[in-house]
């Protein structure tokens, strides 16, 4: 099993117990250590977040043109190549002249509460940032983050301050936004990037009631490029609708992002 780093479990101890209960790292590691163990597509890496590092999926387009590099961020209880909407869609994007990286996000304990969830939302941004310094070594010039359930959430606060600076657009999935998450709205306000507000008819109850508070949030804020779809029959986890998710995204993609400047792109090795 892979070892915390002492200077980062001192940190989290001096920190203080908000930050303890934050993050479950001893989880992570053994989550991350057994999809080293049984990947069958793509490559694991090692990035670095500060001086922490953290398990990311790369796989290349396969396509002789580049449009671009995804970063995918999973929900709250999953993983970096969880099976469904993220392990589809690392797998299913490359298929469309995408390359995909799915980033492992910090993890709450298992039944954790809703607060300590949200906690993780800021813990995920210097892993975001480091992604889309791994595409820019890659001369990859342009990003799209597709977060689901709390990692749309981690998405839409990376966009909003910016991060990557190479993200052109955002393809939101399964994200509820409650009333009172000031920060959410204010967020969701400041981005007129392409934006793709997904969720399925039979989605989680936080979800679906949010629908109209996202969409008046987002139209407030003057995103003419907002969009918000739900697609028939799917629940929270798009089960046996993950390949009309994928094809709702690509079509969206190819609408509104031009593919990558032609040789512009750098195959350079993980």
Same mark, same amino acid.
């Given at each position: ?18 930050? +303890?209960?934050?993050?479950? +790292?001893?989880? =992570? ?19 670095? #977040? ?9 796989? =290349? ?48 304990? =298992? ?16 892993? %975001?940032? #480091? ?25 839409? #606060? ?9 993200? @052109?657009?955002?393809?939101? %999935? ?14 969701? @306000? ?21 629908? /109209?508070?996202? /969409? ?15 697609? %028939?029959? #799917? ?12 094809? @709702? %995204? ?21």
């Amino acid at each position: 099993m892979i070892q915390a780093p002492r200077f980062l479990l001192l940190c989290l101890f001096c920190c203080g117990p908000a930050l +303890l209960t934050a993050a479950d +790292l001893a989880r =992570e590691q053994r989550i991350s250590a057994d999809i080293e163990r049984y990947l069958s597509f793509g490559q694991a890496l090692r990035l670095k #977040a500060g001086q922490w590092e953290f398990l990311a999926l790369h796989e =290349e387009a396969d396509s002789q043109e580049i449009k671009g590099g995804v970063i995918l961020l999973h929900d709250w209880n999953g993983h970096a190549d969880r099976l469904g909407v993220i392990q589809h869609l690392r797998i299913g994007l490359t298929r469309h002249g995408w390359e995909t990286l799915s980033l492992q996000l910090p993890l709450a304990s =298992e039944g954790a509460p809703q607060f300590e969830r949200q906690g993780l939302i800021t813990q995920a941004l210097p892993r %975001i940032q #480091a992604a889309g310094d791994y595409y820019a070594k890659r001369n990859i010039k342009q990003t799209v983050l597709i977060g689901h359930g709390l990692g749309a959430r981690m998405a839409l #606060a990376a966009l909003a301050g910016n991060q990557p600076a190479s993200a @052109r657009g955002l393809v939101l %999935i399964g994200m509820a936004l409650d009333e009172a998450d000031q920060a959410g709205k204010e967020q969701l @306000r400041k981005i007129q990037l392409p934006l793709l507000d997904l969720m399925g008819q039979r989605d989680s109850p936080a979800v679906l009631a949010s629908k /109209r508070l996202r /969409r008046k949030t987002a139209r407030y804020g003057g995103n003419r490029n907002y969009r918000q779809v739900s697609i %028939i029959g #799917a629940d929270h986890e798009f089960y046996n609708r993950e390949q009309m998710l994928l094809l @709702r %995204i690509v079509g969206w993609l190819n609408r509104h992002l031009k593919p990558d400047e032609p040789g512009s792109y750098k195959g350079i090795g993980p």
